[in-house]
């Protein structure tokens, strides 16, 4: 995402506001596939500080994620705030005067993604033995029956 400063460059304390798309399809988070069915919307105002670019606004979007219980995927929602300063001593403008701000704009989209995503409250997930998606009923497994003598056992283990 590149933004033309040459407007505001001039003037102490000079604002440009942008407002646009970024255009992402998927992202791989430690091989979680992540989808994004259109693109997240960023809305930023750029400020001419005294030795800084400041960058603040937010970026809104929708993902799809798979459940990390039950595999099925999901939509998931998000706004981030982001904050972001450059320093005019560092700032590397090319001779247009504009600002890239793209890998700035996709680490808030991972730092956007939970680490566990649930499809819902009570999810509950896909059965060990059989593998269905125990959300859409009982399978056909046989609960193990627990023999007494070992439910002590197991509940110390379980503590
Ligand atoms: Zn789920
Ligand atoms: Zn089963």
């Given at each position: 995402m590149k933004i033309n400063l040459k407007?505001?460059?001039?003037?102490?304390g000079g604002t440009i506001s942008?407002?646009?798309?970024?255009?992402?399809?998927?992202?791989?988070?430690q091989s979680r596939k992540?989808?994004?069915?259109?693109?997240?919307?960023?809305?930023?105002?750029?400020?001419n500080t005294?030795?800084?670019?400041?960058?603040?606004?937010t970026i809104t979007g929708e993902v799809e994620l798979?459940?990390?219980?039950?595999?099925?995927?999901?939509?998931w929602s998000f706004v981030r705030e982001l904050t972001e300063t450059y320093s005019k001593k560092e700032l590397n403008?090319?001779?247009n005067s504009v600002l890239d701000i793209t890998q700035e704009i996709y680490q808030h989209l991972?730092?956007?993604?939970?680490?566990?995503?649930?499809?819902?409250?009570?999810?509950?997930?896909?059965?060990?033995g059989c593998g269905k998606n125990l959300n859409q009923g009982q399978c056909d497994c046989k609960?193990?029956?627990?023999?007494p003598r070992w439910e002590k056992l197991r509940q110390y283990l379980e503590n």
């Open positions: 407007d505001i460059l001039g003037s102490l942008v407002e646009d798309d970024f255009v992402i399809e998927e992202i791989e988070i992540i989808i994004f069915p259109h693109p997240p919307q960023v809305k930023i105002t750029l400020t005294q030795d800084d670019i400041l960058v603040q606004g798979a459940c990390t219980r039950c595999l099925e995927f999901f939509q403008l090319d001779e991972f730092l956007s993604i939970p680490m566990q995503s649930i499809c819902r409250e009570g999810c509950q997930g896909l059965c060990p609960q193990e029956a627990i023999d």
